[in-house]
């Protein structure tokens, strides 16, 4: 079972930057074989994705519009690891932020098989 832990989370102001961590582990494929991507859910809203990266080094990468220009996803298969670096933060980006992988770029997007437990980032004006 694939197993997804973010961490990175926390407190900032308006205008600040935080980044997020998503330590991946699997018992039988390496994290390269997967796409993988970050979904928020800010609190009364439905989940939504902020971005997406393909698998085998990531050579391409999605965005939301709402964090273009703002957020850049990356990842680091050596060390099993996907980011997530958040610059000009603002209180609607205010949410609970969750580490997503699949097999398919497509279904990383929209309903990806493997989440984590999630992690809260609150933007303070």
């Known amino acids: 079972q694939v197993q997804l832990a973010e961490s990175g989370g926390g407190l900032v102001q308006a205008g600040e930057s935080l980044r997020l961590s998503c330590s991946f582990s699997?018992?039988?494929?390496?994290?390269?074989?997967?796409?993988m991507g970050w979904f928020r859910q800010a609190p009364g809203k439905e989940r939504e994705l902020v971005a997406a990266?393909?698998?085998?080094?990531?050579?391409?990468?999605a965005y939301a519009d709402s964090v273009k220009d703002r957020f850049t996803i990356s990842r680091d298969d050596a060390k099993n690891t996907l980011f997530l670096q958040m610059n000009s933060l603002k209180p609607e980006d205010t949410a609970i932020y969750y580490c997503?992988?699949?097999?398919?770029?497509?279904?990383?997007?929209?309903?990806?098989?493997?989440w984590g437990q999630g992690t809260q980032v609150t933007v303070s004006s």
């Open positions: 997503v992988a699949d097999f398919q770029w497509g279904a990383v997007q929209s309903t990806p098989d493997y």
């Open positions: 990266i393909s698998r085998g080094g990531g050579s391409t990468t």
């Open positions: 699997g018992p039988t494929f390496r994290i390269y074989v997967y796409a």
